[in-house]
């Protein structure tokens, strides 16, 4: 099947999002800025002329990468992004309004804008000054927005920093992202997809082993020890895809000793999630909401955020 054969599959979205087949980029859109590029995709912030001129996120898929890519699940006749992503309510999910193919015979899709700043460049930039007093509140609704992604019957795939977007005035955060998400199903679990971001990446994926809804979970603690002491577990001077190879070959640093003024209960959850054998590890992301229910902030008394 053909890229534009598989967007026209994609016809029968429901919720408030649609297909809408061929959408003219040049005419409909003014594109304010590129956003983001990334190794499938750009992404550019735009005025939808069609919308009253409202900001959107237009993203604009490679379909050689993208064809190559879901080439590896054809026969097990795998949605694609735009339908995952059609299917996505939640007040911590990116919403997608439309997904179509422009004129070019590029797959598009057309989300709500985020004018926020990127996990990812608030941990590399450490600027506290957007998740003061916020890392809580932060780490429950990233925990939600996984549960929603999870209960849907889905697997994120590529869970970091990268791919939790702040709202312009930090009290909240969203989801974005559904480019490697498969059905949480046995075929799409078995040893072979190595697909990912290698400081995020469980040690099962890297080893091409079995996986399931745990390799999120991994991921997830990761970026939630990012957040809270603005440095990596593991991270050396390596930041290539070797670098996922010391997941399961040395133990993070504990995040009592990065932060001594972490709460502990919240430290020791959060250690959980990252533990290289899967059945030592954090069972589902129910489990960590449960957790860490009656902490009250990250740090320890109330205490202030150390200055990392």
């Excluded at 290289?276 to 320890?300: C, G």
Aim: glycine content about 8%; overall charge positive.
């Amino acid at each position: 099947m053909g890229i534009f054969d598989s967007v026209k599959s994609m016809f029968s979205g429901g919720g408030s999002g649609q297909s809408v087949g061929r959408i003219d980029l040049q005419r409909r859109f003014s594109l304010e800025r590129t956003s983001a590029t990334g190794t499938m995709s750009k992404f550019f912030a735009a005025k939808d002329f069609d919308h009253d001129r409202r900001m959107v996120g237009v993203k604009i898929l490679d379909p050689e990468k993208v064809e190559a890519f879901e080439g590896r699940f054809r026969h097990l006749k795998k949605p694609s992004e735009g339908e995952i992503a059609l299917k996505m309510h939640h007040p911590n999910v990116v919403e997608t309004y439309e997904v179509g193919v422009s004129t070019k015979g590029d797959p598009v899709l057309i989300m709500e804008y985020i004018a926020g700043p990127s996990m990812q460049n608030i941990i590399v930039k450490k600027q506290e000054h957007h998740v003061a007093g916020k890392r809580l509140m932060l780490i429950k609704s990233m925990s939600e927005a996984l549960k929603y992604v999870h209960n849907l019957g889905f697997i994120h795939r590529d869970i970091c920093p990268r791919n939790f977007i702040l709202l312009p005035d930090s009290t909240d955060v969203k989801l974005i992202d559904f480019g490697l998400t498969v059905p949480a199903t046995p075929p799409f679990m078995v040893p072979g997809n190595r697909t990912g971001t290698p400081l995020y990446m469980s040690p099962e994926i890297v080893r091409r082993r079995p996986t399931d809804k745990r390799v999120d979970l991994f991921s997830l603690g990761v970026t939630f020890y990012c957040l809270i002491a603005f440095t990596h577990p593991w991270q050396g001077d390596e930041v290539t895809g070797r670098a996922a190879l010391h997941h399961d070959t040395s133990p993070p640093k504990p995040l009592t000793e990065v932060c001594p003024n972490v709460d502990t209960s919240l430290a020791r959850s959060v250690m959980q999630m990252m533990q290289p054998k899967v059945e030592d590890r954090t069972p589902d992301i129910d489990h960590f909401i449960q957790a860490i229910r009656k902490v009250k902030s990250v740090y320890k008394d109330g205490a202030p955020s150390p200055q990392i």
